[in-house]
């Protein structure tokens, strides 16, 4: 199942990733947004997220590790085909587990199809992270997992510092497609998503979420 050339629908394919620049940290030159949820996200007013103020993308949650499925995944994605927001899903990295394991996991549970946007995965710093060498070890078999199923690899989501202290040498801006959360400053990195806060407001869903913008270059 290749999705290369028709999943990328936020994403201009035929634009070079490496002719990508870095912005501002002025959150009004961004117009394209959107949020990603989870779990924790239980009630959501679907109407109210698909009124006029909608985002432009949400990313939802669907696994953890090599077993573990996000429970309120299959029942945001029912919402989420109802509408015609554009979305896809990320998984969330565990030092535990074997990465194909996990991308495993994560094909088997996704089930992303035509329409959704590339499978993300979410490298964060947890105590049971080993050391640098095993980490790399293991991304890299998840995303070599990824592109074996999807003929794509991942979109890596990480903060500024991981990204430069742990993936940048191995999974770097010119193969990867870069997602940074970064609630202080403009990410140094050639990014494509950024994550610039975890305060955001949205009618229809109570309760903070993040907010995400996608960089100019890549929209239609």
Not at 51 to 57: R, S, Y
Not at 88 to 116: S, V, W
Not at 151 to 180: A, H, M, Q
Request: charged letters at 25%; glycine letters at 6%.
């Amino acid at each position: 199942m290749a999705f290369k050339g028709y999943l990328l629908c936020l994403i201009i394919p035929y634009i070079a990733f490496f002719s990508c620049t870095v912005g501002t940290g002025n959150p009004e030159e961004y117009s394209v947004w959107g949020i990603d949820i989870s779990k924790y996200q239980k009630k959501i007013n679907w109407e109210k997220i698909n009124g006029n103020d909608k985002p432009h993308f949400i990313f939802l949650k669907a696994t953890e590790g090599s077993i573990i499925k996000d429970p309120m995944y299959e029942h945001h994605r029912e919402q989420l085909e109802k509408t015609d927001i554009l979305w896809g899903a990320y998984h969330f990295f565990g030092h535990r587990t074997p990465g194909r394991e996990q991308a495993q996991n994560f094909i088997k549970t996704a089930k992303l199809d035509k329409g959704n946007l590339l499978p993300v995965l979410d490298v964060e710093y947890h105590r049971f992270l080993k050391d640098r060498k095993h980490l790399i070890k293991e991304v890299n078999a998840f995303t070599t997992e990824i592109k074996r199923h999807y003929g794509v690899y991942p979109i890596i989501y990480c903060s500024s510092n991981f990204y430069e202290r742990y993936l940048r040498k191995d999974f770097p801006e010119t193969r990867y497609y870069i997602w940074i959360a970064d609630y202080s400053n403009t990410p140094s990195a050639s990014w494509i998503f950024w994550q610039h806060t975890d305060s955001f407001l949205l009618s229809g869903i109570g309760g903070k979420v993040t907010e995400t913008f996608l960089q100019e270059a890549y929209t239609n």
